[in-house]
């Protein structure tokens, strides 16, 4: 887990530390820089339904007022909670739009769709493929999308290198 930001700190000075040192525990619900939530509902019919905590999903670093006083009266937390439920379960269960945009593991290749913001679940870093998290860290070798993405670019190269040379 990482440092604080300054805002942390800053709440901490101001009184506000205790209630809103919570805050990494609603880092599951801060979901977005690639993690799948916002990119399902930005792109279907509850968009809209995000304008309140909307600054969540983009930094989860930033706080309105509002976030702060609901932190300071403990209500924060549950309304991320049932923010976070009722969204969950609109892309997994309730939108085709949404569920289209979900993953199969391509270690084990099970059935289950998964989402970036599931709990068993691990995200690549350099092509943001989902994967199951114990068959991600079970796996020894590369993610197999990148390997695929690189087998591509080599490809490619050695293409376009035997064109210049005819």
């Given at each position: ?6 805002l ?8 506000l ?16 820089h690639?993690r799948?939530f ?14 309140d ?20 009266t403990?209500?924060?937390g ?8 009722l969204?969950?379960?609109h892309?997994k ?5 949404c ?9 084990c ?18 092509c943001?493929?989902?994967?199951h ?9 590369t ?22 040379d005819?």
């Open positions: 887990m990482s440092a604080p930001g300054p942390a700190w800053h709440l901490w000075e101001w009184g530390g205790r209630q809103v040192s919570a805050a990494p525990r609603w880092a599951w619900w801060k979901v977005g690639g799948g916002t990119q399902c509902l930005q792109s279907c019919c509850w968009a809209p339904q995000l304008q905590r909307q600054h969540f999903v983009e930094n989860d670093e930033m706080y309105s007022i509002q976030d702060l006083l609901d932190a300071h403990g209500r924060l549950c309304s991320l909670t049932e923010t976070h439920t969204f969950a379960k892309i269960l309730d939108c085709e739009r569920q289209a945009k979900g993953f199969v593991c391509e270690l290749r099970e059935g289950d769709v998964l989402f970036p913001f599931d709990s068993h679940t691990s995200v690549c870093s350099d943001s493929a989902v994967f998290r114990d068959c991600y860290y079970d796996n020894s070798t993610c197999p999308k990148c390997a695929r993405l690189t087998l591509r670019k080599q490809s490619l190269f050695q293409e376009r290198g035997t064109d210049v005819a």
